[in-house]
């Protein structure tokens, strides 16, 4: 099993940005990537952003590209997503993922518990 836990979220002015972590615990070898999703009140579930555990390979949602960056401390065994240019749309609960099969897309199978994000105009 592996635990997730996501920090990092809260309010923030439209143009601002936010850090979040995630740090993995438990059998983090079977770790291949890590992915952060987002859901905001009344819609889906949506990906954001994944790396591979190695931090070899880097994935992003459309919407995110070129103001999201993802990256990892391997060592630490904690992922992040900075977050900069942030739009009232980017509002959402922030989840962390994480599953022991490659690529990115597809269920993954350990998440944590979601950490608010809110981006006020």
């Known amino acids: 099993q592996v635990q997730l836990v996501e920090s990092g979220g809260g309010l923030v002015q439209a143009g601002g940005s936010l850090r979040l972590s995630c740090a993995a615990s438990?059998?983090?070898?079977?770790?291949?990537?890590m992915g952060w999703f987002r859901q905001a009140p009344g819609k889906e579930r949506e990906f954001v952003a994944a790396?591979?555990?190695?931090?070899?390979?880097?994935y992003y949602a459309d919407s995110v590209k070129g103001r999201f960056t993802i990256s990892g401390d391997f060592g630490k065994n904690t992922v992040y997503l900075q977050m900069n240019s942030l739009k009232p749309e980017d509002t959402a609960v922030y989840y962390c993922a994480a599953k022991p099969r490659l690529g990115y897309r597809g269920p993954y199978d350990y998440w944590g518990q979601g950490t608010q994000v809110t981006v006020s105009t």
């Open positions: 438990g059998r983090t070898a079977n770790i291949y990537p």
């Open positions: 790396i591979t555990w190695s931090g070899g390979t880097i």
